[in-house]
């Protein structure tokens, strides 16, 4: 219980990225309703530690909190330009970024002292849902048995990046669309979210 009390902003963020996950799969979006709050909130609760209004949930401030919502939408807006996942996703991404340099600040935190703080932990958790998205799209292309028509979509896509651009690979991607067979990237975001927290706390 007392661990419970003191986590208590990631177990917020975590129910936050299941509710997400949840309504990405059903509806293949995150709403704004449930994103942006998420990213104002990380911010209040880094106010509140720099004023000093709130004990034992954290130790990062307003600065690190932004710190996590920029690195946040760096890390998958250029994802986002190619098609590759709806702006809700990286809003998402955004809101878990604030809420965790809130709570771990941007130098080494005590959960994580060798690796450091909060970027480290938003970085690593981005691989974590990056693999998990790989592994589950794959399983999705081969329980289709559209392997090779994936593979030659996957090498227009890389062929238009290089080749054109973060915008014309944009473009190219829009008119796409109706055409792939589109993940809830909301799913394995909120699974390497909660995988690499869990790993870091020894659970």
């Not at 932990?121 to 691989?127: D, E, G, L, P, T």
């Not at 799209?137 to 973060?166: C, P, W, Y």
């Amino acid at each position: 219980m007392t661990f419970i009390l003191s986590n208590w902003p990631l177990w917020f963020i975590c129910v936050a990225m299941v509710g997400a996950a949840v309504i990405d799969g059903w509806k293949l979006k995150v709403p704004n309703w449930l994103t942006f709050p998420l990213v104002l909130s990380g911010w209040a609760l880094g106010l509140c530690h720099d004023f000093g209004w709130l004990g034992g949930t954290g130790e990062g401030g307003i600065v690190a909190s932004l710190a996590g919502t920029a690195l946040g939408f760096i890390l998958l807006f250029p994802v986002y330009a190619i098609g590759g996942m709806g702006g809700g996703d990286v809003k998402m991404q955004m809101g878990f970024g604030a809420w965790i340099g809130a709570f771990y600040g941007l130098s080494a935190s005590k959960v994580d002292p060798v690796h450091g703080g909060a970027m480290w932990i938003i970085f690593m958790a981005f691989v974590y849902a990056a693999l998990i998205g790989g592994v589950i799209a794959l399983g999705m292309i081969l329980l289709r048995g559209h392997l090779r028509k994936n593979l030659s979509t996957s090498r227009e896509i890389l062929g238009d990046l290089f080749g054109q651009g973060v915008g014309g690979a944009a473009t190219k991607a829009a008119e796409r669309k109706p055409r792939m067979h589109l993940l809830p990237y909301g799913i394995p975001l909120c699974l390497g979210f909660i995988s690499y927290l869990l790993y870091l706390h020894g659970v």
